[in-house]
């Protein structure tokens, strides 16, 4: 009983989470720091003709010109989100159709040094924990 609930918490707070990131993207948006201005801040799901399933990509924020987007994960987990959610998101980036993409990983805790690395090597990457929004 107790694993139902706190599974059903769990999929609660990431829902909340999500909608903190996207005010919080917002915020930064008002305030002009980020890599561009947005317009328009959404959810993505679409088909990946690779591997025929359905991708949803959790925040997906472009500009009015459709040429420039800043792609967003949120893990509200209580370990460390790892590289495997960066590569996954990296992929799913491919499937939109815009000229330039910024990734951004936001994670309730923080997030392994693999993963740290892997940002840091992609270049177009950003790294927030929840404490630091």
């Known amino acids: 009983m107790y694993d139902m609930i706190e599974n059903q918490f769990q999929s609660y707070m990431g829902s909340i989470f999500e909608e903190i990131c996207r005010q919080y993207l917002w915020q930064l948006n008002r305030q002009g720091h980020l890599p561009f201005a947005f317009t328009v801040l959404g959810r993505w799901w679409g088909a990946n003709p690779s591997t025929r399933q359905q991708e949803k990509i959790d925040i997906v924020a472009a500009d ?13 987990r209580n370990e460390l989100t790892d590289v495997s959610v960066l590569d996954r998101l990296a992929e799913r980036s491919k499937l ?19 993963c740290i690395n892997a940002a840091k090597q992609m270049g177009n990457v950003t790294l927030v924990t929840f404490q630091e929004m």
């Open 64 to 76: 009015s010109n459709q040429k420039n987007a800043i792609i967003c994960e949120c893990k509200w």
């Open 96 to 114: 939109l159709p815009y000229n330039l993409n910024y990734l951004y990983l936001f994670s309730k805790s923080d997030f392994s040094d693999t």
